[in-house]
T-cell receptor, first 114, second 113 residues
Framework: DTAVSQTPKYLVTQMGNDKSIKCEQNLGHDTMYWYKQDSKKFLKIMFS???????INETVPNRFSPKSPDKAHLNLHINSLELGDSAVYFC?????????????FGPGTRLTVT | KQEVTQIPAALSVPEGENLVLNCSFT??????LQWFRQDPGKGLTSLLLIQSSQREQTSGRLNASLDKSSGRSTLYIAASQPGDSATYLC????????????FGTGTRLQVTL
């Protein structure tokens, strides 16, 4: 019974293409996140949505556009992919954005740009 | 800017040993600190969450402590098992940052038979 799921698990694409990664959580949480883990395994937040509203937008190129159609889904669309976009992208969720709640992570999407 | 460092970067211990992983952060104005484990090729699993008002949290063989004033947290693993082998990450949430987590650099743990 998957709590936070992402599709696809692996994505290989060429430079210049546009791609999307989807995330769904069945925990009834209000807040969802996108994180990027680079080749050195360093994890950094990209975006956060609370009940479909953007609340965190880190310094991320505007080629990255998150979309939350409802509070159970947060998708990430990437335009004009570059080699440096190769990384593992993790989706996460928490009950809301208050400090008292743990974040639960999805299994990750490994994006390789060639 | 909050920086989170974990020492050591890698650790190998024989099964059965007790061990301590360290996490230090530069800005003590935190809401909470969370410990995660990451298995190779997998997502993160939350282990323990310590609120800023708490000193420690325990779950089974795991005990995490928090000393805000010195900017440190430790994760104590008792009677280590091969299944504990993973990368352990700590992450802090600063006050006023609406649930934004800043992650540490991770400690890669190997428990050998």
């Amino acid at each position: 019974d998957t709590a936070v799921s992402q599709t696809p698990k692996y994505l290989v694409t060429q430079m210049g293409n546009d791609k999307s990664i989807k995330c769904e959580q069945n925990l009834g949480h209000d807040t969802m996140y996108w994180y990027k883990q680079d080749s050195k395994k360093f994890l950094k937040i990209m975006f956060s949505y609370n009940n479909k509203e953007l609340i965190i937008n880190e310094t991320v190129p505007n080629r990255f556009s998150p979309k939350s159609p409802d509070k159970a889904h947060l998708n990430l669309h990437i335009n004009s992919l570059e080699l440096g976009d190769s990384a593992v992208y993790f989706c996460a969720s928490s009950q809301d954005f208050a400090s008292t709640y743990e974040q639960y992570f999805g299994p990750g999407t490994r994006l390789t740009v060639t | 800017k909050q920086e989170v460092t974990q020492i050591p970067a890698a650790l190998s211990v024989p099964e059965g040993e007790n061990l301590v992983l360290n996490c230090s952060f530069t800005d003590s104005a935190i809401y909470n600190l969370q410990w995660f484990r990451q298995d190779p090729g997998k997502g993160l699993t939350s282990l323990l969450l310590i609120q800023s008002s708490q000193r420690e949290q325990t779950s089974g063989r795991l005990n995490a402590s928090l000393d805000k004033s010195s900017g440190r947290s430790t994760l104590y693993i008792a009677a280590s098992q091969p299944g504990d082998s993973a990368t352990y990450l700590c992450a802090v949430q600063l006050t006023g940052t609406a649930s934004k987590l800043t992650f540490g650099t991770g400690t890669r743990l190997q428990v050998t038979l």
